[in-house]
């Protein structure tokens, strides 16, 4: 029996960190298996030699990766998209590419971004859970929790709003998989807290794996 076909998507950090090795280290197991395998990667340590407004649309939907990624998954015939980053280049048009292709779609959680504008729900020292209830993080700019602009951090409340008005969240991806079982229940909870069916969580979501 053929093993499933499988596309890793990840966005790479300017500096290296848990996420990169998280996938540099599922691609390797996944290939010792013996499954096909193919990388997707962009990369943000150029980002400052983008037209900023380019990149602020591309952050909310990128159309050349929807493009390049469904050539790929149609090529390889994926079977499985497995995202791990998406921001900012990436983006969530990426998502559409894999189902476009038929492939099932799951995300992996690795931070507080979709509920948090920092990704980190800290601010100032402490727990910061303003933008956790919130349909729109406009606590986040207000703060310019993403990289201390307000700029910067507008572009990342409009993606999430965006995106959760268009239930992305919700209908394009089929699992979520939480790296414990408190992020998984913050996930949950944040949902339910902000009344919201546009959310990992909520209950016309896909479920939300924990502790895998």
């Known amino acids: 029996m053929q093993k499933p076909a499988i596309v890793l998507v990840h966005n790479r950090y300017r500096q290296a960190g848990g996420e990169d090795e998280v996938f540099e280290a599922e691609a390797a197991l996944l290939e010792s298996r013996g499954h096909r395998l193919e990388r997707f990667t962009l990369d943000n340590g150029d980002l400052r030699e983008h037209n900023p407004i380019a990149m602020a649309a591309a ?10 990624l469904r050539q790929m998954c149609r090529r390889t015939q994926a079977d499985v998209v497995h995202f791990h980053n998406t921001f900012p280049r990436v983006s969530p048009a990426a998502y559409y590419a894999a189902r476009a292709e038929g492939a099932a779609v799951v995300q992996t959680l690795h931070n507080f971004r979709l509920i948090c504008l ?41 993606m999430l709003s965006v995106h959760a008005a268009a239930r992305t969240w919700t209908e394009h991806v089929d699992a979520y998989v939480a790296l414990s079982e408190f992020a998984r229940s913050r996930f949950i909870s944040s949902s339910k807290d902000a009344g919201s069916s546009c959310a990992p969580g909520s209950r016309s979501a896909a479920p939300v794996i924990g502790a895998m």
């Open 59 to 68: 952050t909310v939907w990128n159309a050349r990766t929807y493009r390049a």
């Open 118 to 158: 920092n990704a980190l729900c800290y601010r100032d020292g402490r727990p910061c859970e303003e933008c956790v209830t919130k349909t729109v993080r406009w606590p986040g700019v207000v703060h310019g929790c993403y990289r201390d602009s307000r700029t910067a951090s507008g572009v990342t409340a409009v």
